[in-house]
């Protein structure tokens, strides 16, 4: 089942990306982060991990995996519901996957 799953998905993410469409809603996912404000919010949160241990002491790699908890939380619902619509939409339309 697992595999089957993995198998839907990569089908999917390889037709999204042949018609565009992922690169399209990448960009409306964007702006209406930007109108959220969750950009903002996120890069103070990297400042206050930074100040907090300091620059010397935290790579990039660390720091991404520390925010990325709270930057999947700070997503609004209104958002992920909108873009699952968008993808439902798709897969409506594309039955072949």
Known sequence: M???NAQI???LN???IESGE???MKQLLRQRLMEYGW???MKSYCKDIVKQKGLENI???ELVQEIT????ALVPDSIKKEMLALLRQYLSKH???
Not at 69 to 72: L, N
């Open 2 to 4: 697992a595999d089957r």
């Open 9 to 11: 998905r990569a089908s």
């Open 14 to 16: 390889a037709k999204l």
């Open 22 to 24: 992922r690169e399209r």
């Open 39 to 41: 950009r903002d919010q």
């Open 59 to 61: 790579t990039v790699d």
């Open 69 to 72: 908890p709270k930057g999947r």
């Open 95 to 97: 039955e072949e996957l």
